[in-house]
DNA sequence: TATTGGATCGCC
DNA sequence: GCGATCCAATAG
């Protein structure tokens, strides 16, 4: 059954939504059938005062999702190759929202066991995976159509919180403890 | 209009 | 440690 997350639960202080989606589902339907992967790893951004943030020169085009309303995605493309994908959160108006980093697959989702390590262990590589491109920027992940989040009851996991990754141009910012992770869990990335 | 550098990854 | 490879954001 699809029961994706409603926009309320989106619509939150985007440090809940980024811990709260940990060991949530991320679900892709392509033409029938699904890859599913448990989300294990997240960073938050918020706000234009976050230097690490990309809305921190305020609204741009690249950025305006992020501005819009909670429950979308906000898809980007960087270093030439790789998509990222985020979920916006908070009120309309306010940019802010959670990165998910790493996933851990579904057994139902994977061909070969062998590789489930690393087909979702790093913000690019789960959007190559799940062929996430841009023309999911924006998308709604409340219509629980080709792509949205699930609660499937579990919460039996402790949070660990560290720094996000690859923002250390924002001098104090890049010291906020904004990356939530489950702990001890294998499919965390490496950095 | 030209230049720059990035919320990454994988191979050297 | 560094190259791949695009494009939005800046500067001029």
Redesign the pocket.
């Known amino acids: 059954m699809k029961k994706p997350l409603l926009r309320k639960f989106y619509q939150q202080p985007t440090l809940k939504v980024a811990k709260e989606l940990l060991g949530k589902y991320l679900v892709r339907e392509i033409n029938g059938s699904f890859l599913i992967g448990k989300i294990v790893e997240t960073?938050a951004?918020v706000g234009e005062n976050d230097l690490?943030?990309?809305a921190s020169?305020g609204k741009?085009?690249?950025?305006q999702v992020?501005y819009g309303p909670p429950g979308h995605a906000y898809i980007y493309?960087?270093?030439?190759?790789?998509f990222?994908l985020?979920v916006v959160t908070e009120k309309e108006g306010f940019p802010a929202?959670v990165?998910i980093r790493a996933l851990e697959p579904t057994d139902e989702s994977l061909g070969s066991k062998a590789r489930s390590l690393?087909v979702a262990s790093?913000?690019?590589?789960l959007c190559r995976w799940m062929k996430i491109t841009k023309e999911f920027n924006g998308w709604d992940l409340t219509k629980g159509q080709k792509l949205w989040v699930e609660d499937r009851g579990e919460s039996d996991f402790e949070i660990e919180a560290s720094l996000r990754?690859?923002?250390d141009?924002s001098g104090k910012w890049a010291k906020k403890p904004w990356r939530f992770c489950i702990k001890g869990n294998e499919f965390v990335?490496k950095p």
Do not use: D, Q, W
């Open positions: 960073e951004y690490a943030s990309h020169k741009t085009l690249r950025n992020m493309f960087i270093y030439g190759m790789y990222c985020n929202a990165l690393e790093g913000p690019g590589k990754i690859g923002v141009y990335s």
